[in-house]
C-alpha cells in the first residue's frame, strides 16, 4: 500500500523513546556496541519492532523481578 511508508515516517520515534530510556541513558549505555553492531544498524532494528515489543519486555523482566523477590534467585 502505498501510505504505508508514509504513515511510518509520520511516527518515526526516536529509538530512546521506543526503548523507553532517556536520551542520555541511551547515549551513556551504548547499547550497539554490547550488541557488537553499528549505531545505524542498532536503531534500524529497534524502529523496526513491532508495537508492543518492548511494552511486552519490559512485562516480562518486572515479573521476573517480582518473582526474585518473592521467592528469592533461582
Given at each position: 500500500m502505498v501510505l504505508a511508508p508514509m504513515l511510518k515516517n509520520l511516527k518515526q520515534e526516536k529509538p530512546w523513546a521506543v526503548?523507553?530510556?532517556?536520551?542520555?541513558?541511551y547515549?551513556?549505555?551504548?547499547?550497539?556496541?554490547?550488541?557488537?553492531?553499528?549505531?545505524?544498524?542498532?536503531?534500524?532494528?529497534?524502529?523496526?519492532?513491532?508495537?508492543?515489543?518492548?511494552d511486552q519486555c519490559h512485562m516480562e523482566a518486572d515479573a521476573e523481578k517480582l518473582v526474585e523477590a518473592m521467592f528469592g534467585k533461582r
Open positions: 526503548l523507553k530510556v532517556s536520551r542520555r541513558q547515549e551513556t549505555t551504548k547499547p550497539w556496541l554490547r550488541a557488537g553492531i553499528s549505531r545505524a544498524l542498532f536503531e534500524e532494528l529497534v524502529l523496526g519492532l513491532p508495537d508492543g515489543f518492548v
